[in-house]
């Protein structure tokens, strides 16, 4: 990563360019763009069957993101899951602007050329309106996880949020961003 913007600055001046030429778009300001890239880890298995204390997770995280994740609770109790009100069930962290390219653009030059016997990401995890969500079930293919340091490896859940309107549209600009999708 040579400049910290660098995927803003490519977007702002030739993405848009090329994306409105692509899809017939004629108002600069009607092109899909990202609007914001949630992590969430599930943690509700892990303290009922481990311990009480996911203090490792919410670091790895931290680590990750660079912004300190919100936990998530349960909001009611469920007898047949052995969840109780308020118990910690996720850890959640919400990034936008300059945090939101910056982890894309780590994502793709990074993290998934680390991703082992990785043939491309599904063009198929769209949902109906233009979002986008892919899955790890490491964690250690993140540069900034020390793999001696780990107790215990969790998986994550990445989603895209996009305004475009359709899944062909965001498929047109994720592809655009250099996301890696299966032929």
Avoid: C, W
Avoid at 15 to 22: C, G, N, R
Avoid at 88 to 106: A, I
């Amino acid at each position: 990563m040579k400049n910290e913007n660098e995927l803003k600055t490519r977007f702002e001046k030739e993405i848009v360019p090329a994306l409105m030429k692509e899809l017939g778009i004629k108002n600069r300001m009607a092109t899909p763009r990202m609007t914001k890239v949630t992590i969430n880890v599930g943690i509700g298995s892990y303290t009922k069957n481990q311990s009480k204390d996911y203090s490792h997770i919410v670091d790895n995280i931290t680590a990750i993101t660079g912004q300190k994740p919100v936990i998530i609770k349960a909001k009611k109790a469920i007898s047949n899951f052995k969840l109780r009100e308020n118990d910690p069930v996720g850890v959640k962290v919400t990034m936008r602007g300059k945090r939101m390219y910056d982890f894309v653009n780590k994502l793709v030059n990074i993290v998934f050329p680390r991703v082992r016997d990785f043939r491309g990401i599904s063009p198929k995890a769209f949902d109906k309106r233009g979002n986008y969500a892919l899955g790890f079930n490491e964690h250690l293919v993140f540069p900034e996880i020390i793999a001696d340091d780990l107790t215990k490896i969790h998986g994550l859940q990445i989603n895209i949020n996009t305004s475009a309107k359709n899944n062909e549209h965001a498929f047109a600009l994720l592809k655009a961003l250099g996301l890696p999708f299966k032929k």
